[in-house]
């Protein structure tokens, strides 16, 4: 180690030595203008991307992001980012499901009409978890029954796990026209 190298060391151990506990946290609070508890949160929520909802009319996506164990109010929830209005209301109102932007604003909405499902095909597999699931292009009722089979496939392959009616889960989980065909 080099004198300088030395040099430094010695005088950052000298300059931690003389402070008293917290004063760090209150220097980088002066420094950065947030509290150091926010800077350096390791405790609290993980907020992941990639998750859609739909409230109040409104499809949002989640952004990544981290929340604090100490807050209070809206600071505590994960942000999300306005995607559409939709023309009619959600299919779903609160429900949150994984699924990208651009799929979640042709899905997360009320259909107009449902020509994209059909009666089920009553062998369907209904083990699953969640509330409803879509697999091999038939949306079901976890553990109970299917519901319909979706003309165009499925939307996504993630459960969905709240829905008020079964029409707004097929809404939710059958691909419609407008989406990728080939799921």
């Known amino acids: 180690m080099s004198a300088a190298s030395r040099a430094l060391v010695l005088a950052l151990a000298v300059a931690v030595a003389g402070c008293e506990r917290g004063c760090l946290t209150r220097r980088a609070d002066e420094l950065g203008g947030r509290t150091a508890a926010s800077a350096f949160a390791v405790t609290g929520t993980d907020c992941p991307p990639g998750v859609a909802r739909c409230r109040d009319g409104n499809v949002e996506v989640a952004i ?14 994960c942000p999300y980012r306005f995607e559409l209005r939709c023309p009619r209301d959600c299919a779903s109102p609160g429900a949150e499901i994984a699924m990208e932007p651009a799929l ?44 319909a089979r979706c003309v165009f496939g499925c939307a996504t392959d993630d459960a969905l796990d709240e829905a008020p009616s079964d029409e707004a889960a097929v809404d939710v989980l059958c691909a419609r026209a407008l989406v990728d065909r080939d799921r």
């Not at 990544?64 to 929830?77: D, N, Q």
């Not at 042709?106 to 089920?120: E, G, I, K, W, Y």
């Open 104 to 147: 979640a604003r042709a899905q997360l909405c009320a259909a107009v009409d449902r020509s994209f499902a059909a009666p089920p095909v009553a062998t369907a597999d209904v083990s699953c978890e969640g509330a409803y699931r879509c697999r091999a292009g038939q949306v079901v009722q976890c553990g109970q029954r299917a519901v």
């Open 64 to 77: 990544a992001g981290h929340v604090p164990a100490a807050c209070a109010g809206e600071a505590c929830r």
